[in-house]
T-cell receptor
Framework: ETGVTQSPTHLIKTRGQQVTLRCSSQ?????VSWYQQALGQGPQFIFQ???????GRGNFPPRFSGLQFPNYSSELNVNALELDDSALYLC?????????????FGSGTRLTVV | AQSVTQPDIHITVSEGASLELRCNYS??????LFWYVQSPGQGLQLLLK??????LVQGIKGFEAEFKRSQSSFNLRKPSVHWSDAAEYFC???????????FGTGTRLQVTL
């Protein structure tokens, strides 16, 4: 059973740039959720993808967008980066009933916007 | 909307001492409740979860938690802490089996030898 892999592990971007973060999905899982964890805070839900469709979104602006691929891996795209976007971005894969079956989290991507 | 409060930002305990981390939630019905642990630079690992039934749930690494509906609480306990338990602990709730997780702000546990 493979876990969840996120790439890259760290990156630095300049304000106004765009960034793409990637997340694999654990074997047998068809749902991916993305969370933003600012320093000293708990993770905040960005959105969830189920079978390649967005299926729930948190309080994040449209410049946060995503994709899910047929193999259930996922991308998080952020346009027009702002300094406040600096955070650890976590993805979690699960089955549709994640709360029952369990969420498997990746180790995250640390994004720094300068 | 649901919310989670972890009143203790930072707790220090001696190795071998008992531990209790507090968690209170706000939600109209009984939510699904979770405790996660995060080591530095790592993702989140599930310690235990509660859906229904017995209000005392056992988890991994010797942790347990008790759901108290009257107090809207789900406190995490461990009878004897090990130095390797030093980490950040997050309580989370979900309002449905397919719903998002709402996390508290976390409690940082420091263990002194």
């Amino acid at each position: 059973e493979t876990g969840v892999t996120q790439s890259p592990t760290h990156l630095i971007k300049t304000r106004g740039q765009q960034v793409t973060l990637r997340c694999s999905s654990q074997s047998g899982h068809n749902t991916v959720s993305w969370y933003q964890q600012a320093l000293g805070q708990g993770p905040q839900f960005i959105f969830q993808y189920y079978r390649e469709e967005e299926n729930g979104r948190g309080n994040f602006p449209p410049r946060f967008s995503g994709l899910q691929f047929p193999n259930y891996s996922s991308e998080l795209n952020v346009n027009a980066l702002e300094l406040d976007d600096s955070a650890l971005y976590l993805c979690a894969s699960s089955t549709r009933q994640g709360a029952v079956s369990g969420y498997t989290f990746g180790s995250g991507t640390r994004l720094t916007v300068v | 909307a649901q919310s989670v409060t972890q009143p203790d930002i930072h707790i220090t305990v001696s190795e071998g001492a008992s531990l209790e981390l507090r968690c209170n939630y706000s939600y109209g019905a009984t939510p699904y409740l979770f405790w996660y642990v995060q080591s530095p630079g790592q993702g989140l690992q599930l310690l235990l979860k509660y859906f229904s039934g017995d209000t005392l749930v056992q988890g991994i690494k010797g942790f347990e938690a008790e759901f108290k509906r009257s107090q809207s609480s789900f406190n995490l306990r461990k009878p004897s802490v090990h130095w390797s338990d030093a980490a950040e602990y997050f309580c989370a709730v979900s309002t449905g089996t397919a719903s998002k997780l709402t996390f508290g702000t976390g409690t940082r546990l420091q263990v002194t030898l």
